[in-house]
């Protein structure tokens, strides 16, 4: 069976020593598309747009922090335990995006202290976000040809010639597809309620479907962690779990009569 062969340079552009990746690029287009969702709820509840340029950035610090932090302490702890000063070493690659959900969690909670903002209003906005934020990152993963899945027959399987000849499941694009999915029957629910979304709703259908999806295609990724192999569940599917638990309790909350929007 002939399969898909995936060989595509992960550098998108080099003008003498500078180099322009694809990650990086799709990582700047993840957050500008994001953005502009934000920009869209603003000017739809006449809040000030002059506020996106701060929480952005509370944002982007709380993604990258978070999802290095992720990597580092739920994927090898081990190793960076035994080299602390190799998790401030971004470069060389590794960031979880259940790290990256805590981290803007984490982020948003500063941010809405400071400014005295809503936090459950803004993390049911940002979770639209964040669902096309996901669309973008794990398109970068499957450029880079990393976050692997198990081999397969299937007649869509793709063989990532950078890292070997063997037909795998393209885990980084059913993610990718989720997540597209997941935008826009949130984005969708959004459009037709708006400022009289009840608080929670968002973000709870968010982490449940978000999750459920995590955990049933880490199925066919390849293992990340190292103490995966003793493990009925992977790392993925352990995390997704409290997530999933989370994101019911905050749908279930945000449906009861005390909650709506009047």
């Known amino acids: ?25 799709l990582f700047a287009v993840a957050i500008l598309s994001g953005l502009q969702v934000m920009k869209y709820v603003y000017q739809t509840e006449n809040k000030p747009l002059e506020a996106l340029d701060n929480l952005l950035m509370y944002c982007v610090f709380g993604i990258i922090i978070g999802a290095r932090l992720g990597h580092c302490f739920f994927y090898d702890p081990q190793y960076y335990f035994a080299n602390p000063l190799k998790i401030l070493a971004i470069w060389e690659g590794g960031l979880a995006s259940h790290g990256g959900g805590l981290g803007v969690i984490l982020a948003i909670g500063l941010y ?22 996901g669309v973008f990152v794990r398109s970068a993963n499957f450029v880079n040809s990393e976050i692997l899945g198990v081999a397969s027959d299937a007649p869509w399987a793709i063989i990532f010639a950078r890292i070997d000849n063997i037909p795998r499941h393209p885990a980084q ?15 969708f629910v959004y459009k037709k309620s708006k400022a009289k979304t009840a608080q929670g709703s968002l973000l709870g259908l968010f982490l449940i479907l978000t999750f459920t999806a995590r955990f049933l ?13 003793i493990l009925t569940l992977n790392t993925g599917q352990m995390l997704s779990i409290p997530f999933f638990i989370a994101g019911v309790a905050l749908f279930l909350w945000s449906l009861s009569s005390k909650n709506k929007q009047k």
């Open 1 to 25: 069976m002939q399969h898909f062969i995936w060989d595509i340079d992960p550098v998108l552009l080099s003008i003498g020593p500078l180099s322009i990746h694809w990650y990086g690029a």
């Open 217 to 229: 295609i880490e199925s066919v990724k390849v293992k990340q962690a190292a103490y995966e192999s």
């Open 173 to 187: 694009l059913y993610e990718a597809i989720a997540y597209l999915l997941i935008f826009i029957v949130l984005f």
């Open 112 to 133: 809405v202290r400071k400014y005295k903002e809503n936090y459950l209003w803004l993390l049911d906005r940002l979770a639209i976000c964040t669902a096309l934020f």
